[in-house]
């Protein structure tokens, strides 16, 4: 299941689809939300299986709910199941998230309480996610404007206690990572740090704005703008570090440029890994 070279691809969305499919030659693969498919008409998944014949497809999971003490449902797991023996992707993900709780969904991907409960809870859901699925997931850190009450540890080392008790490798958003060492004022770099190198698998990349009043402003991770310059210095440092080869995602969920647009900043991410790469070969050297 693993790549066997970094691969650089697109976030599959119905307005990018001719661009994407007119480009196949400058994108390694494109991840797909899984859960857009979950009850699908039939001649949608035969789209999707189509897809998957022409390039490599990865499946990204919105709503499962992995961080939360409270146990991914079994149905939502038999679902995902179900696509990825259809689909056969090269790998699949979800988010270090809850998205329900107490029998109410709020709709949103939230950052829970970062705590030895999540720590369990998560571990214990990342297992049944393996079991049914046959393939452990990537995790994602998501991005939050608030600091989850009731922590009582820092991100970092809540999702590498996750990591390091499961066999999920981390898929790493590096923009979710420099929106919230932007809001909450920790160094980014340590962070990734650490992340012990062999772990990290995958990375999303995206863009955001700013938002609220001047003296008491967030950095919102909206995904409807370009890709900053401190994310891909952000992912030069991965490449540096990372031990295994990288599957690196544009997200782009609205205001959509032209393809080619995007196709530069994918361009730009090449050649960011390749910078990392070839540092950490001067050092080996």
Do not use: C
């Amino acid at each position: 299941m693993m790549a066997v070279r970094d691969r650089f691809g697109l976030g599959w969305r119905a307005k990018l689809a001719l661009g994407i499919l007119s480009n196949l030659d400058r994108i390694d693969l494109v991840e797909v939300i899984a859960d857009d498919y979950f009850r699908a008409p039939q001649r949608e998944r035969r789209a999707l299986r189509t897809l998957a014949a022409q390039t490599a497809v990865t499946l990204h999971g919105v709503s499962l709910g992995m961080a939360s003490s409270v146990a991914v449902e079994t149905k939502r797991l038999d679902q995902m199941a179900r696509l990825f023996e259809e689909v056969r992707p090269v790998s699949w993900s979800e988010h270090l998230a809850f998205v329900r709780g107490g029998g109410i969904e709020i709709g949103h991907l939230a950052a829970p309480p970062r705590s030895a409960a999540t720590v369990d809870g998560a571990i214990t859901n990342l297992r049944r996610a393996r079991e049914i699925v046959g393939v452990a997931p990537q995790v994602e850190n998501i991005a939050t404007l608030i600091d989850p009450p009731g922590s009582d540890r820092d991100e970092v080392t809540w999702v590498s206690q996750i990591i390091a008790n499961s066999e999920s490798d981390l898929l790493l958003d590096l923009h979710n990572l420099h929106a919230n060492s932007t809001n909450f004022d920790f160094d980014p770099v340590d962070y990734i740090a650490r992340i012990p190198p062999h772990r990290i698998s995958a990375i999303h990349l995206a863009g955001g704005k700013w938002i609220g009043r001047p003296e008491a402003r967030r950095l919102l991770d909206d995904h409807l703008h370009d890709v900053p310059d401190p994310v891909y210095q952000l992912l030069e440092e991965v490449g540096a570090r990372a031990t295994q080869p990288l599957t690196v995602i544009l997200e782009r969920d609205g205001n959509y440029p032209p393809i080619e647009w995007l196709l530069d900043q994918l361009d730009r991410a090449r050649r960011a890994v390749a910078r990392g790469r070839e540092r950490r070969s001067a050092v080996a050297a």
